[in-house]
């Protein structure tokens, strides 16, 4: 198989120690830039074809996403690789000790399709940083973007030391069989067992970065404008295909019908209509399937409108929801939001913690005992107070899951220290030894 001689290949090409010059990685990053750059109409292009994402989301959402990431690593790269000088214990001296961030070889990256350019590419940029060659296999459900990303990455860098591999679910399984150093998948909970269950075979650790149901909680004392207007906005991007959207609403009771009104403004002034350039697309038939069906006709209280032909949903709000709808039962991934209201802030934590542990989680108030329960007792990936979405660009925070919603994570220092395996080492000095280490061992050694 050509795959198995390109990842041989790429074996061989990390043995020479090239990739672990700083020089070389800084090279290869700011080949990257000026390729992205450089094709940046192509890129444009193909993720409209895709699932009709606009000019400006994608440049916000993706090319500008990983563009700070290339200078990220550019600014940070000396120092994140620098050997880390940590102290010595008693029983070490004379010596000293240093942690030592070394490439772990080849990676392999399997990308999602929703944001096909920045989950693909972040890893990807991430990993080289760190030093380590990479094969990415993008999703392709995304058809175009991977071919755009294959085009532009085989064209322009050696396959043994980047490679973009096309292919399903049959090219992803053989994939799988193979033997890695690490393995970086972003996708589904379901296909992350799989992808776990292959690395097991080879040892071969993994990052998954998975999804799950993430809430949005609004208590009385919220801004609720602002509320509104925020969750509106994290909650539609990208229709809806966002694995950090907010999933379902938590909202108290004594402010829900005026919070909803506030929903409806904004999502008519937002302008999410059929024709619009702006609004993205669900992604194919099989998923607008899908998430028609979600939709129950008599809980209806904003939106419901759907185009076939040209796969779209209208931001929609389901009032009235129980923990019993079919809408509850799994992540939704697309411009549908179920309301559920609550009396009780302590009572709607507990639901939250009875479910699986999602990705994200969110919470609007101005109260500050709210904001220290929801802290101190909800466990998600990661997630903001009075905002959506957000907290995954700021590049010194942790982006990952945490239980079902995945394992590891990345962004900024984290994504080189995810491409990375501390090697420790104690260095002595050749004179300073205590006599009581060596054997034989008496009783007035043991007593010292
Ligand atoms: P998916 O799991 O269907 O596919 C992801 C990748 O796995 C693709 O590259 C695909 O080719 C491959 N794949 C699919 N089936 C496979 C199989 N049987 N064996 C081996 N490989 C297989 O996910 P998706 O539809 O692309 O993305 C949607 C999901 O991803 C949602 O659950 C979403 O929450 C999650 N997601 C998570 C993040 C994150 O950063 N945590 C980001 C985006 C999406």
Known sequence: MEIERIIQDQRDFFKTQQ??????????????????IKHEDLLYEAIYKDFGKSKFDTFTTEISFILNDIDYYLKNLQSLSKPKKVSTNLVNQLGSSKVYAEP?????????????????LSPIIAAIAAGNCCILKPSEIAENTMKAMSKIINENFPSEYLYVY???IDETTELLKLKFDKIFFTGSTKVGKIVYKAAAEHLTPVVLELGGKSPVIVTKNANLDVAAKRIVWGKFLNAGQTCVAPDYLLIEEAVQEQFLEMLRKYILEFKYDADSEQYTKIINQRNFQRLASLIDKDKIYFGGNLNEEKRYIEPTILNTIDWNDEIMQEEIFGPILPVISFKNYNIALNTVLEQEKPLAAYLFTNNNEEKEQFTKKLSFGGGCINDTVMHLSNDNLPFGGVGSSGIGNYHGKYGFDAFSHQKAILE???????SIKYPPYSEKKLSW
Request: proline share 4%; glycine share 12%.
């Open 19 to 36: 990739t672990k010059n700083i020089k070389f990685r800084k090279m290869y990053l700011e080949k990257m830039k000026d390729l992205i």
């Open 428 to 434: 002595k000095l050749t004179w300073g030894e205590p």
């Open 104 to 120: 772990l070889g080849c990676i392999l990256v399997i990308g999602a399709w929703n944001y096909p350019y920045q989950l693909s």
């Open 166 to 168: 096309e292919g399903g």
